[in-house]
């Protein structure tokens, strides 16, 4: 019994989001869609440990869905019109059907439909699942529940909430698409671009938390960094030729190998410079070179096409899109610690450079921020000192544990240890994570009373 509930979960993580996507495409309603998957998931658990798992269970688990969506149209007099619809696809005539009769007429719709139909309906849940009139918990929350199969329990978990805090959020994020009138659709044109942006956004949202937990006793969360993985491997399939979706990929893939040497024996934070490389996954880091070189593919094409629809104004027309994306810019610089041997091996002016470049694309503080550390590391501690000293003036930036721990480094490197200490002190007592506030009390104590 419990190795069969087991295979129905395993089955459900992988495919809940065409289970999902497919049932919004027949009912135009992602809230409604997400239900009856649930509804399918329930009949699945009390089914399959007696009956054994059906030959196709995706297509079983859409069946049972679909079933679920005519028994709901029927019964809402003001939708019979959908009712039809559906009846027609399923080849009921409306009066009445056996549940035998309904899976297989709808095993056989699902199976004249190409990979390439489904995939459509995937791609439509991606885009609607993260759209911008979602606040960015929403859009996460929602996320992982429809495309990454996750239950509450587990996204509250994941995010340290209370379980009823994240039911609310998928709730409200389900109720926010229906009352602002989202379309279950891919967009077209500047607006996918946009959209897209994102869809990468709450991808890496998911990674970052486990990959640096913003509070809890655990330094990183494996589960979340690998969540976040698969999803982006699952929009790289279904968006091919997008050079950011290759470089989000090629990004996670390269800070996720250094997974084994981020944490020492207890758990507690070992910092970049400080690690055994030889511990970094060097298979994990080939994946993420090879989806590097696709972004850079994918981008060569892009710039390309752009140069050849503009000609012969081309300079003006094509200026959008002669700069790498964030993403591709970010895995790039992963890229150059990668490469790196050893820290004495890494090209810290290239890197610079880079940030300097990201920074012109998204005037973000924090990007700076990383721009002062290499800074430092390429031209020495007081450089870098005097581009966080422009920082600590920022509103964005007075609760951000990581610009006093900055600090706090290179004041070390220049022997102003009481000065250092008290920006480590300041930093402990801003950041949530258990771990880090132990890491940067023992740095504090180290430059001494």
């Avoid at 239950?151 to 379980?163: K, M, S, W």
């Avoid at 298979?283 to 070189?293: N, S, T, W």
Wanted: hydrophobic share 45%.
């Amino acid at each position: 019994m419990a190795q069969a509930t087991e295979t129905v979960e395993a089955v459900w993580r992988l495919e809940a989001a065409r289970v999902v996507a497919t049932l919004a495409r027949y009912t135009g309603d992602l809230g409604l869609a997400e239900e009856l998957a649930q509804d399918a998931l329930v009949a699945a658990l009390e089914q399959w440990p007696a009956e054994g798992v059906p030959a196709t269970p995706g297509a079983w688990l859409t069946a049972v869905g679909k079933r679920r969506a005519v028994d709901h149209f029927r019964r809402a007099e003001t939708l019979r019109r959908k009712v039809g619809e559906l009846g027609r696809e399923l080849e009921i005539d409306g009066e009445g059907y056996e549940d035998g009769d309904v899976l297989d007429a709808v095993d056989a719709v699902d199976a004249a439909r190409s990979d390439t139909a489904i995939d459509d309906d995937l791609l439509r849940l991606v885009f609607t699942a993260c759209h911008p009139v979602l606040s960015a918990e929403a859009r996460v929350a929602l996320t992982l529940r429809v495309l990454g199969g996750l239950t509450t329990a587990e996204i509250a978990r994941a995010f340290l909430v209370p379980e009823a805090t994240a039911a609310q959020r998928i709730v409200r994020a389900k109720r926010a698409l229906a009352d602002a009138g989202v379309a279950f659709e891919v967009p077209d044109g500047p607006e996918r671009r946009r959209r897209l942006t994102s869809v990468l956004e709450v991808v890496y949202l998911i990674f970052n938390e486990g990959y640096s937990a913003t509070a809890g006793d655990d330094w990183l969360r494996a589960d979340l960094c690998e969540e976040a993985l698969r999803l982006g491997r699952v929009l790289t399939g279904l968006m091919p030729a997008e050079p950011e979706v290759h470089a989000l990929v090629a990004l996670m893939e390269i800070q996720d190998s250094r997974r084994h040497a981020r944490t020492g024996p207890d758990g507690e934070p070992v910092l970049l410079l400080d690690q055994d490389r030889a511990k970094w996954d060097r298979m994990q880091i080939e994946r993420g070179l090879a989806a590097l070189v696709r972004a850079d593919q994918a981008f060569a094409a892009e710039v390309t096409a752009a140069a050849a629809a503009a000609a012969p104004d081309a300079d003006s027309q094509s200026a959008a899109v002669v700069e790498p994306g964030t993403y591709h810019l970010q895995a790039a610089l992963a890229a150059c610690h990668a490469r790196a041997r050893s820290a004495e091996d890494t090209d810290w002016r290239l890197i610079a450079d880079l940030y300097q470049r990201l920074v012109q694309q998204t005037r973000s503080p924090v990007v700076e921020l990383n721009r002062a550390v290499a800074v430092g590391m390429a031209e020495g501690p007081e450089a870098g000192l005097a581009i966080t000293d422009a920082l600590t003036g920022l509103r964005a930036m007075r609760g951000y544990h990581l610009l006093p721990s900055v600090r706090g480094d290179l004041l070390v490197r220049l022997g102003r240890l009481a000065e250092a200490r008290e920006e480590f002190e300041r930093a402990a007592e801003l950041t949530a994570n258990t771990r880090e506030r132990a890491l940067l009390l023992a740095r504090a104590a180290a430059c001494g009373p």
